[in-house]
Nanobody, 115 residues
Framework: QVQLVESGGGLVQPGGSLRLSCAAS????????MGWYRQAPGKERELVAH???????NYADSVKGRFTISRDNAKNTVYLQMNSLKPEDTAVYYCNAQINFIDYWGKGTLVTVSS
């Protein structure tokens, strides 16, 4: 049974930083693409950042220059460093990964940006 578990969410003031982590566990033979998505209240889930198995990254325009995605293949973990946070970044953040050629999702971690 493969699982993705996110951590690192919480309440932060505008301009602050948070680092999200997502660890994959279980019977893992191969992890291809990994990414972070978010869903704000009343909105659809959207891609935040994506990283390929080779380390190629892409970002939503709204987070470029503020967020950085990275991965540690030895730990089967993907990270999202979020700086200069804005109230509009408030959302539940979900980890996604293609593991053994199957798409998996984490349960999400809430990020609230508010003063």
């Amino acid at each position: 049974q493969v699982q993705l578990v996110e951590s690192g969410g919480g309440l932060v003031q505008p301009g602050g930083s948070l680092r999200l982590s997502c660890a994959a566990s279980g019977s893992i033979f191969r992890i291809n693409d990994m990414g972070w998505y978010r869903q704000a209240p009343g909105k659809e889930r959207e891609l935040v950042a994506h990283i390929s198995s080779g380390g190629r990254t892409n970002y939503a325009d709204s987070v470029k220059g503020r967020f950085t995605i990275s991965r540690d293949n030895a730990k089967n973990t993907v990270y999202l460093q979020m700086n200069s946070l804005k109230p509009e970044d408030t959302a539940v953040y979900y980890c996604n990964a293609q593991i053994n050629f199957i798409d998996y999702w984490g349960k999400g971690t809430l990020v609230t940006v508010s003063s």
